[in-house]
């Protein structure tokens, strides 16, 4: 019945799309994002940029994710037309996720898309590879949606994630473009906001700071307790938590950062990281920060959704499952700093100047000299 709906849905895309083809394209580019209602770091970086490179180029952002609730995807479905008039009449694309109205029409043949994932690499399976497991998409439905269809340029941060990108979006590598996304420039710019986050948190004093940074998944929650539970009496560190912002984990006095600062920000600031399966482990490997894994679930968690790196390969004394052992490790002040090298030259590429790249890598494009 679903499958059958959807068939609905984008015959009706289709038939208020094909008027809108036949308007005239304009000097234009169009962001599109269902991962929030606000630019992210990568796009307000790359929108300079390209400012630069193109000053009579318009941008235009079409942000909005998708709420709880019929009214919410009553509003959605009306961003969805405006998305088709933008797509109708932009040179270039840019998304950061799936994107309903890119992947499920027939475009004009000179729009060109891009996908910049908004991760910075993917140690979780994610996309095609993710479909049919338990926490991924069904089949039939991801069949039905033409999940990642009609990308024109993948970036990827380094060869070697290209290889995962190919599976993940079903492309060839004739469509990957090798380059970091532009927060690459923005945490390896020598700039903190050391000052303005001690004023906000001054319970952290002259602690270390162990940041803890968990991808989103259902025992998100259960396992953040287990490190609480650990931390709370260590008078030497202190915990700072930065969830995922579609996770469950409840606000906490103790554990939580006072104050608006983005998990780039913390990277920058934090004596050590802690994650799990999340691509924030190659934001911190960009600063070197000693990068701990604690994975409590990592059995489940291979047969749920499964992953693309071997963690425990990778960083043989860095990986955890008991709270404990992960504490004791820091305790020891001992860390393989070869080991979180290797993982960094590995997974990305370059370190310098990618929002640039990308800049006039797009200038190309809307100048259709590709």
Request: glycine share 4%; aromatic share 10%.
């Amino acid at each position: 019945m679903k499958v059958f709906l959807i068939a609905l849905l984008k015959l009706g895309l289709k038939i208020i799309y094909a008027p809108l083809k036949l308007l005239k394209t304009k000097n234009r580019i169009v962001y599109l994002s269902r991962q929030s209602n606000e630019k992210s770091l990568d796009m307000r970086l790359l929108e300079a940029a390209v400012a630069e490179e193109l000053p009579d180029t318009e941008q235009v952002f079409r942000l909005r994710m998708i709420d709880e609730g019929l009214k919410a995807k009553l509003q959605y479905c009306l961003t969805v037309i405006g998305d088709m008039y933008y797509l109708a009449t932009a040179k270039v694309a840019i998304v950061d996720t799936y994107s309903i109205t890119v992947s499920c029409l027939h475009h004009k043949k000179d729009l060109r898309v891009i996908q910049m994932w908004h991760a910075l690499g993917a140690i979780k399976k994610f996309g095609l590879q993710s479909v049919g497991t338990k926490e991924g998409r069904d089949e039939k439905i991801s069949r039905a949606m033409c999940m990642h269809k009609n990308y024109d340029y993948v970036l990827a941060p380094s060869s070697e994630t290209a290889k995962i990108y190919m599976e993940a979006f079903g492309v060839e590598g004739s469509k990957i473009k090798l380059c970091p996304l532009p927060r690459v420039d923005f945490i390896t710019d020598g700039e903190t906001r050391t000052s303005e986050f001690y004023y906000s948190n001054p319970a952290v004093g002259q602690k270390k700071m162990v940041l803890y940074l968990p991808t989103f998944r259902e025992r998100d929650v259960y396992i953040s307790e287990m490190l609480k539970t650990e931390f709370e009496d260590k008078e030497e560190y202190q915990l700072i938590i930065s969830p995922h912002p579609l996770s469950k984990i409840k606000d906490d006095e103790r554990f939580m950062p006072h104050g608006d600062f983005t998990a780039q920000d913390l990277i920058k600031l934090a004596d050590a990281v802690i994650t799990d399966y999340s691509a924030c482990a190659f934001e911190a490997a960009l600063l070197m920060k000693p990068l701990y894994f604690f994975t409590p679930d990592y059995t489940e968690y291979m047969s749920d959704r499964g992953i693309n790196i071997d963690l425990k390969a990778e960083f043989p004394s860095a990986v955890f499952e008991d709270a404990g052992a992960l504490v004791n490790a820091l305790d020891s002040g001992e860390y393989d700093m070869d080991s979180l090298f290797h993982f960094k030259e590995k997974y990305i590429d370059n370190s310098k100047n990618n929002t640039q790249t990308l800049a006039k890598f797009v200038a190309m494009l809307v100048n259709d000299k590709q």
